[in-house]
């Protein structure tokens, strides 16, 4: 009769390595799944309302140092893209597009000549960053005001609110505890830490209903 010994030794090892093959690939999935479901999607509720897209039609009309009648007409884009909580780690993407053409009328003694300025585009990235286990003051408060684009002349009006003025969700803290960077057209034009931010939202009720959610989301890290 053979000798089998050698033949059961040399499956056992292959059937224990598969076992353990098998073991270990059912951890690392479950590791990945733990991973995934870690990151809690604080706007996963609220995506259904214009994807937390607001628009405003803006114009400008003044009269340059040479008296002649400039005139500004574009579209502000803005989106809260993301907000999430991973261990106490608060993060947020906000995406600011700028599109805006312009004219220009030169007055002579006889004749008006229009000419045109040429169209713009700028795009805004903003992401931050906030510890909540070193920023345990922060305060969540809803607030009414322009977009920075908007803010640095008050010459603007716009289609949906005549002041182009929006509702925001304003983050705030005792400390420069806040983490900003922003990106202008890919690169990078600011980038520190700050006391204050301001996030977009669709309307009062969207901001309400953000701002209910991370003071609910958060206590656990105070």
């Avoid at 002041?163 to 202008?184: D, F, H, M, S, Y």
């Avoid at 034009?189 to 609910?216: C, M, Y």
């Amino acid at each position: 009769m053979a000798d089998n010994s050698s033949w059961i030794r040399n499956n056992r090892f292959v059937m224990m390595n598969h076992s353990r093959a098998t073991i270990w690939t059912v951890i690392s999935t479950l590791l990945s799944l733990t991973a995934a479901h870690a990151q809690q999607n604080l706007l996963a509720p609220r995506n259904t309302e214009s994807d937390n897209q607001t628009v405003l039609t803006y114009s400008q009309h003044y009269l340059d140092a040479k008296n002649n009648a400039v005139e500004y007409t574009g579209i502000l884009y803005l989106k809260l893209e993301s907000l999430a909580l991973s261990t106490c780690q608060l993060s947020a993407e906000v995406v600011v597009q700028d599109r805006y053409t312009g004219s220009e009328e030169k007055r002579g003694i006889v004749h008006v000549t229009k000419s045109f300025l040429g169209e713009h585009v700028y795009t805004y990235r903003y992401s931050y960053q906030i510890d909540l286990k070193k920023t345990p003051e922060l305060q969540i408060d809803l607030a009414v005001g322009r977009p920075y684009q908007l803010n640095a002349n008050t010459g603007f009006t716009c289609k949906e609110d005549s002041t182009c003025k929006l509702p925001w969700l304003q983050l705030k803290t005792n400390i420069a505890g806040i983490n900003e960077k922003r990106v202008l057209n890919g690169l990078v034009d600011f980038h520190r830490n700050v006391s204050e931010i301001w996030l977009p939202a669709t309307s009062h009720d969207n901001a309400l209903g953000l701002q209910k959610t991370l003071q609910q989301t958060i206590s656990s890290c105070r």
